[in-house]
């Protein structure tokens, strides 16, 4: 496992994220985890070795170095990168979720065929009831990481800047000796650039929040105003020309009562308007 | 043979578990596998090379880095990983032994054949032991880890400092760990993964078990009898049974999530475990008088240290 086999797991929660979800989940790809892994994790390659203090004492190097970099940017930044990215799962194992619910309502009522299966794990989940409130809880997580990790990075590096020289007077030290970094420079551009993606991400995750909510407020305004104009789900299509709702809750009342919660929220089996869960 | 192959054989674990097993093994890869493979293993990097003591002797710093790592945190989360993620090859291991005794009698006696296990992925019969034993392993074998870390490093934790004895230093001599902060960050962090882990499989198991009462105790009283049709006891001798009845809903991760293909190594670093750097367990005795081996590392208590930038 390694950041290529994060982006596979995670390329499958683009279908089903919104447009700015799919651009924030480019960003932090293309703009964070390949520029931490092209270049940043080699201007820290050396960020031990070439740590030099003014003294030949040994074990002033070590300790003067554990007291001033408690934790490496780059660790800080793949833990960052770990933890902003994993909420994105728990959409994936919603989505999985309700994929495999679908299919066994297919099953159950004769359109179990190959074409049909396919087509349920092929379609863009629409993110609503149940859903609309994981995703945008894995958005809200996704935003407090973020700000988290930014706020640590303040508290443990002020100012987000790397310094050229710093004195240390810790033991076994014979006095205040100066200690040089290696590649401040550097180090500042990328520490730099890296906050600015983050302020970026945060900026997004933002904005498809504000979405989310006045997407969800006006699809509840536009049905309560237009009850007949509810848009089924996939199934719902499917199924409703064929088959009366009570015969569909006969066979669920045979069946796991979680289906039968599920075809009571969706809304063109029910002959009812969309249901807004959100507002 | 590396990280990459071995989560190809694991992934297909993912079909035959239930969404706790999913749950755990998406842990396992991605705040245990991954984070070992991206940062871990850096920090752990000059572990030896910059153990710093206060002398000029051959072989102190030697002796005493032996002393104070006996095994090297990195090695033993390689073997942990190893070793807690192998049961789920048993499960795998079941399965296609299922499927291979069905195809086999299928072809010895035609295709009106009604197997056993008319689905071999379901967790019924031999199979359900077989995923049960493998959830306490995996929880025993983490839980023993973390006892072996707690026995080696006391509190998870690790000093700028330590003093050692041991011949042929001269005298008792400081020595300096590289990097103990981030060193015993990222332990604490691989403990508390662990421990959800643990807690993880102990739920999973309790839910096995919980589900497999609850339908006894449904066949036992008749009620819902038209859904017990793959009940498979082993005791009922050659009793076939077909159809596949009620199916508990799971939550199911698409296959697609882990990864199955192998990812080019050449590129992306990846750790293989060297077996013969895993140190053996003996001890010597002769050579080093007991009365000099400080068997506590006794941590540092530094004078506040002035930042002072340019």
């Known amino acids: 496992m390694n950041w290529a086999g994060l982006y596979a797991v995670l390329s499958g929660v683009n279908r089903h994220s919104t447009a700015i979800g799919r651009i924030w989940l480019s960003v932090i790809f293309i703009f964070r985890i390949m520029v931490l892994v092209v270049a940043a994790e080699s201007v820290w390659g050396d960020e031990k070795s070439a740590f030099t203090c003014n003294t030949q004492q040994p074990g002033c190097n070590s300790v003067c170095y554990d007291h001033f970099f408690p934790i490496s940017h780059i660790r800080l930044w793949a833990l960052q990168l770990i933890l902003v990215t994993t909420p994105a799962l728990l959409v994936a194992m919603h989505v999985a979720y309700q994929q495999h619910q679908e299919k066994k309502l297919l099953v159950m009522t004769g359109h179990g065929d190959a074409k049909h299966l396919e087509e349920v794990k092929k379609h863009k989940m629409r993110i609503a009831g149940s859903l609309w409130w994981t995703y945008v809880c894995s958005v809200v997580f996704r935003l407090l990481f973020e700000a988290v990790f930014m706020y640590l990075f303040y508290m443990i590096y002020p100012g987000y800047q790397m310094v050229r020289l710093v004195k240390c007077e810790a033991y076994p030290c014979p006095n205040t000796v100066d200690c040089f970094v290696s590649r401040p420079t550097e180090k500042t551009i990328f520490t730099v650039f890296m906050l600015v993606t983050s302020s970026v991400c945060i900026v997004l995750n933002m904005a498809e929040l504000v979405y989310l909510v006045v997407r969800a407020c006006a699809r509840r305004g536009h049905h309560n105003s237009n009850p007949s104009s509810a848009k089924g789900s996939f199934y719902g299509h499917k199924l409703s020309s064929e088959y009366k709702q009570n015969e569909i809750n006969q066979l669920l009342t045979e069946q796991d009562g979680s289906l039968k919660d599920m075809l009571r929220r969706n809304p063109s089996l029910q002959e009812k308007g969309d249901r807004c869960s959100a507002c | ?310």
């Open chain 2, 1 to 310: 043979m590396n990280w990459s192959v071995f989560e190809g054989l694991l992934s297909g674990v993912n079909k035959y578990s239930t969404a706790f097993g999913r749950i755990w093994l998406s842990l396992v890869f991605i705040f245990r596998l991954l984070v070992y493979v991206v940062a871990a293993e850096r920090v752990w990097s000059d572990d030896h090379k910059d153990f710093d003591c206060n002398t000029r002797q051959p072989g102190c710093t030697n002796v005493c880095f032996d002393h104070f790592f006996p095994v090297s945190h990195i090695r033993l989360w390689a073997l942990q990983l190893i070793l807690v993620t192998c049961p789920s090859l048993l499960v795998i291991m079941h399965v296609a032994y299922r499927e291979a005794k069905a195809q086999q009698h299928r072809a010895a006696r035609g295709e009106s054949y009604r197997s056993r296990f008319p689905h071999p992925g379901k967790k019924r019969g031999g199979l359900w032991w077989t995923y049960l034993f493998s959830l306490v392993v995996k929880a025993g074998v983490d839980v023993v880890f973390l006892y072996i870390f707690y026995r080696f490093y006391r509190n998870y934790s690790l000093p700028r400092l330590v003093k050692c004895q041991l011949p042929p230093c001269p005298n008792i001599v400081d020595c300096f760990i590289s990097r103990p902060t981030e060193k015993t960050i990222f332990t604490v962090f691989m403990v508390v993964t662990t421990c959800i882990c643990v807690v993880l499989s102990l739920v999973e198991a309790a839910y096995l078990i919980g589900k497999r009462c609850r339908e006894r105790c449904r066949a036992g009283t008749g009620e819902s009898r038209q859904h017990s049709h793959d009940c498979a006891e082993p005791a009922m001798g050659g009793q076939v049974f077909h159809g596949v009845g009620y199916k508990a809903p799971t939550a199911s991760i698409p296959t697609a999530s882990i990864p199955t293909a192998s990812v080019p190594t050449d590129s992306i670093p990846t750790a293989s475990v060297p077996t013969d750097s895993i140190p053996t367990a003996s001890v010597p005795t002769a050579p080093i008088p007991t009365a000099s081996i400080p068997t506590t590392s006794i941590p540092t208590t530094l004078p506040e240290q002035e930042k002072t930038p340019l």
